[in-house]
Structures are given as structure tokens and as C-alpha cells.
């Protein structure tokens, strides 16, 4: 939606409560027992009263412009973290699925015979690895997805950055030889990778909920940009 028509139906939203107030205190001056209040208070001022019936009114639309403003601001936020998710989505769905593959090699690291990983193939590739840039604004601006999407993924990519250090340096000596890892060091590997890279596959699944609205693949008609039947 267009900024032009969003400015449109927000005074047109704000019309409609004013003159729902205005019609409210028509009704409450319409119905309310005029002849019993002129007896009981004679003196009273009746400037008084008017103004009283202006404040339902005012408070009506006061609440009702409110509502609308907190639901334009929830609305404008979930645009934008559709955008940013389908802006990223791609880049971090590729990140995980790299970093899977080396994940199952984890996980059967001695299968097939002759398949070792040794600790060159290691730090090779925690040396080459590399997280991808996400900014401030861009975390701000998926911070309303479910699960704490910007959370997890800020999280994630600042561990798995860590992880990688630390496997260069607890097993860069051994770069360049034929040393293969021992059952231990590759549970311990797998444990040091587990918390990132679990943060980032919910961060993905997420990120690929929010942008799918907004990413589909075109259609035919979008595509030629011919008229829907």
C-alpha cells in the first residue's frame, strides 16, 4: 500500500470517529432526562454539560485514532520484517545448508574407510568459513518474527564466528600433517557447533516463514505483466 493511501484512510478513519463521537453525545443529549435534571438543578450551568457531552466525543475519537495508529505501526512492522526476511532469507537458507554438509561429515567421521577427517580438512574449513554481514537495522527490523528470530540470529552468527576461531586455534598447529581427529575432539567439534548452528536453522525457518507471502515466484501474468483471468 502506497504511502498517499495510507494517509487517505487514516483521515478517513479519523473522520468517521469524529463524527461517531459528535453522533454518540446526540444520542446521550437525546435520551437523557432533561425535565428531571432542569428540577433538581435549576443554577446549574449548562455550558457545563455541553462540555461534558464534547468530552464523550473527544474521548471516543482519542481512543479510536490510538487503536488505529498502534494497529498501522503493527501492520507497517510486519511489512517490513517480510521484506528484510525475504531480503536475507536466501543468503542464510544457503549458509545452513553448507554447514549441514559439513555436520553430517561430523557426525560419521570414520564412514567410508579412508574417509578420515583429519585436522588439515578441519581448519581448512573453519579458515574459510565466513559468516555473512547483518545489519542493526535489518535485526531491528525482523525483531517482531516469532521465536525471537533476531535474537537467534544475531546470536548464532556472532558463536559460530567464535566457534571458528577457536577451532583454528586449539588445532592450527596441526595443520598440514595427516593427523586425523579422535573420537573425543570430533564429540567435542560437534559440541561447540551445536548451539550456533541450531540458533541459525531456527533463525532460517523463521526468516523463510516471513518472507514466503512476499517472495513467491511469479506468476504468468506477473511475469508478462498480463491481466488475471
Not at 463521537?21 to 444520542?27: M, N, T
Request: aromatic share 8%.
Amino acid at each position: 500500500m502506497q504511502q498517499a493511501d495510507r494517509e487517505f484512510l487514516k483521515t478517513g478513519k479519523a473522520l468517521l470517529l469524529v463524527a461517531f463521537g459528535l453522533a454518540l453525545g446526540l444520542v446521550v443529549a437525546y435520551i437523557w432526562p432533561w425535565p428531571t435534571v432542569v428540577i433538581q438543578a435549576k443554577n446549574k450551568d449548562w455550558v457545563d454539560i455541553a462540555t461534558a457531552l464534547g468530552t464523550v466525543g473527544a474521548v471516543v475519537v482519542s481512543l479510536g485514532l490510538a487503536t488505529a495508529e498502534l494497529r498501522r505501526r503493527g501492520q507497517e512492522g510486519a511489512d517490513r520484517a517480510s521484506l528484510v526476511a525475504a531480503q536475507i532469507s536466501p543468503t542464510l537458507n544457503d549458509f545452513v545448508v553448507r554447514q549441514t554438509d559439513f555436520c553430517v561429515a561430523m557426525q560419521f567421521p570414520t564412514i567410508p574407510q579412508g574417509d578420515l577427517i583429519t585436522v588439515s580438512r578441519l581448519v581448512d574449513w573453519a579458515t574459510t568459513q565466513r559468516t555473512f554481514a547483518v545489519t542493526s537495522d535489518q535485526l531491528i527490523a525482523l525483531s517482531p518474527l516469532p521465536n525471537r528470530c533476531a535474537f537467534r540470529l544475531a546470536r548464532g552468527l556472532s558463536l559460530f564466528d567464535l566457534t571458528l576461531r577457536e577451532i583454528a586455534d586449539e588445532w592450527g598447529a596441526y595443520q598440514g600433517t595427516l593427523y586425523c581427529l579422535g573420537e573425543d575432539e570430533v564429540k567435542k567439534i560437534r559440541g561447540m557447533m551445536a548451539v550456533p548452528f541450531s540458533l541459525l536453522v531456527i533463525a532460517a525457518r523463521e526468516c523463510e516463514r516471513a518472507a514466503s507471502p512476499v517472495s513467491a515466484v511469479p506468476t504468468p501474468e506477473e511475469l508478462y505483466a498480463r491481466p488475471a483471468h
